[in-house]
């Protein structure tokens, strides 16, 4: 999944009062967009230990799934105010936000309504 620079720059102004989203989105830029890429260099840099190179960033995303889904999250990415989504998510999950940025958007990429989906089957 890439992220364009059309897109780095909108983030960048969305985020623009967060260093940590912003070193975020400078580790995206320098992997190219590539979201996987990023993720999992941010990941190493936090001190986890990615196990595959492919498909980690939608593994990693999806242990976050209930949280994003049945919270304010949902609504805030829904709307496009990323923001306010990473900063829930990093606050209620402890997930660091440069992390959470990454989460945030791969899902509003992956689209918040087919992110949540295999949830709401479930219900």
């Not at 985020?15 to 580790?27: D, V, W």
């Not at 402890?94 to 992110?115: C, H, N, R, S």
């Amino acid at each position: 999944m890439i992220v364009s620079p059309d897109e780095l720059v909108r983030y960048r102004a969305e985020l623009a009062e967060n260093p940590e989203a912003l070193a975020a989105l400078i580790m995206l830029e320098d992997c190219e967009g590539d979201l996987e890429d990023a993720a999992i260099a941010l990941a190493l840099r936090e001190g986890q230990e990615p196990d595959q190179s492919e498909g980690w960033l939608d593994g990693f995303a999806k242990r976050w799934r209930v949280y994003v889904c049945q919270s304010g999250v949902r609504g805030h990415l829904e709307t496009g105010a990323i923001a306010l989504g990473i900063q829930l998510l990093a606050a209620e999950m402890v997930l660091p936000v440069d992390l959470a940025t990454l989460v945030a958007i791969y899902v509003q990429k992956t689209g918040v309504e087919t992110f949540c989906k295999p949830l709401e089957e479930r219900l």
